[in-house]
């Protein structure tokens, strides 16, 4: 069956400093999505790739997909305490079916 | 739009009760979406529906789970009976397309 790993499963940085987190599958997708959660509240929808190649940025945050469509990263440049919570990366393995698996998240933790 | 609706935000029950959790999904979306989260599994798809029809229940863990969703703008999740290894924060998502919409869960604690 279809899965998503994420790496690393969880991450501490300093205020200021430049992460990136990384969501690898075994199969090409047909939709890549990143949502942030924070603890005991629902995911918000941070960005969605579809084209091998593509690359989106909002803020601070970047994501990419890779040509395959197989691998993405989430990059945040000169990270704050609010980007504090858990990072998961989800996907549509299957074109249409809109059948959303979900990366097991990284909880990332920015100290002041 | 206030976005997805679910309720109770928390549910504290005991062994053997029957327990429904319930979710308005965004107007205009056509997929609705049940998942649980747990710390060792992560986010799971329980069931999704399409234009009010379940689509793939293949998720569902055993058949005291059961979902409907009788019109556009309602959905229920009941368990019964309940038991200990339910307990799981579980979220309702609703979209259009793509891009999906999830409601702040329900924190259920079987006791």
């Known amino acids: 069956s279809q899965e998503l790993e994420q790496s690393p499963q969880s991450l501490i940085v300093q205020e200021g400093k430049n992460l990136t987190i990384n969501c690898t599958s075994s199969k090409t997708l047909y939709g890549l999505y990143w949502y942030k959660q924070k603890y005991g509240e629902g995911l918000i929808f941070l960005m969605m790739?579809?084209?091998?190649?593509e690359e989106k940025s909002h803020e601070k945050i970047t994501a990419k997909l890779d040509e395959k469509k197989q691998q993405s990263s989430l990059h945040i440049t000169a990270s704050q305490p609010s980007h504090a919570g858990i990072y998961l990366c989800?996907?549509?393995?299957?074109?249409?079916?809109?059948?959303?698996?979900f990366g097991t998240g990284t909880r990332l933790k920015v100290l002041a | 739009d206030a976005g997805v609706i679910q309720s109770p935000r928390h549910e504290v029950t005991e062994m053997g009760q029957e327990v429904t959790l319930r979710c308005k999904p965004i107007?205009?979306?056509?997929?609705l979406f049940w998942y649980r989260q747990t710390m060792m599994r992560g986010l799971e798809l329980l069931i999704y529906?399409?234009?009010?029809?379940?689509?793939?229940d293949s998720g569902m863990p055993e058949d005291r789970f059961s979902a409907k969703m009788p019109n556009a703008s309602f959905s229920t999740l009941k368990i019964q009976p309940s038991e200990p290894r339910d307990s799981a924060v579980y979220f309702c998502a609703s979209s259009f397309r793509n891009q999906a919409f999830f409601g702040q869960g329900t924190r259920l604690t079987v006791v």
């Open positions: 107007s205009g979306h056509d997929y």
């Open positions: 529906f399409n234009n009010n029809v379940p689509i793939d």
């Open positions: 989800g996907a549509d393995p299957t074109s249409g079916t809109y059948k959303y698996i």
């Open positions: 790739l579809q084209k091998g190649g």
